[in-house]
């Protein structure tokens, strides 16, 4: 059974750091194009940083410069490093796992920037 586990979210400061990670298993992910996704109350999830089997990345433009995405295809983990937070990258985030056999996700972790 594939499962994505999310974890390390919780509250900071803003220009506060946070590293929230995802730990998936139940196959094998190397060839997956792994990503986070937020939620905000009342908006849509949309997409924060997607990385390939190979490292290349994609990061949404509100958040380059100040997050960084990365993987270890050895032990099925993704890693979302958020520096320089701001107020309005409070949301739920959630692991995706977008794969030949399937398109998985989290069930998601609370981040919330605030003073």
């Known amino acids: 059974q594939v499962q994505l586990a999310e974890s390390g979210g919780g509250l900071v400061q803003p220009g506060g750091s946070l590293r929230v990670s995802c730990a998936a298993s139940g196959s094998n992910f190397r060839f997956c194009v792994m990503g986070w996704y937020r939620q905000a109350p009342g908006k849509q999830r949309q997409l924060v940083a997607a990385?390939?089997?190979?490292?290349?990345?994609n990061l949404a433009d509100s958040v380059k410069g100040r997050f960084t995405i990365s993987r270890n295809n050895a032990e099925n983990t993704l890693d979302l490093q958020m520096d320089s937070l701001k107020p309005e990258d409070t949301a739920v985030y959630y692991c995706n796992a977008a794969c030949r056999f399937g398109n998985y996700w989290g069930q998601g972790t609370q981040v919330t920037v605030s003073s």
């Open positions: 990385i390939t089997s190979g490292g290349s990345t």
